[in-house]
């Protein structure tokens, strides 16, 4: 089954729709991290109120590079088009933000886990869901 997984991520109908989502999500991850990680050591927020905000800035960086890149095909453009596209990826993704607050905070307060690595794994948690959704929905 994984191996079926990774052969259509090399080289399937998606592959490289799939590669460039990634590649954002990975890019859009580093900046939550850094962005976690400056409101909690440098401005002193709670982790879990640090992560909604960090999220939220990341949602918008997100929408703005895959509608550039990784959905240039299907783009959403116009005025009207983006704004309805960015509020769609903001209800797509907002409703990730719980899954990735409940991982967050069961690793960190249950398990001991430091908060940046637990917002790593809670990232790649929610990201399969939010590629599924972003890509029926947000640009379907």
């Known amino acids: ?3 079926t997984v990774l052969r259509h991520v090399e080289s399937g109908p998606l592959s490289r729709q799939l590669r460039r989502f990634v590649i954002v999500g990975t890019i859009a991850a580093g900046v939550q991290m850094a962005l976690l990680w400056l409101f909690v050591e440098t401005a002193g927020v709670h982790y879990l109120i640090g992560a909604v905000v960090a999220i939220e800035i990341t949602i918008v960086l997100s929408y703005v590079l895959n509608n550039a890149w990784t959905f240039r095909r299907m783009q959403n453009s116009g005025v009207g088009g983006y704004v309805v596209g ?3 990826t903001n209800l797509v993704r907002g409703t990730a933000i719980p899954i990735q607050l409940v ?3 069961l690793l960190v307060d249950w ?15 929610s990201g399969l869901y939010r590629y599924v959704l972003d890509v029926q929905w947000t640009w379907g």
């Open 86 to 88: 960015l509020l769609k």
């Open 111 to 125: 398990q001991q886990v430091p908060y940046l690595l637990a917002n790593a794994v809670a990232i790649v948690f």
């Open 1 to 3: 089954m994984l191996r």
């Open 103 to 105: 991982v967050l905070y």
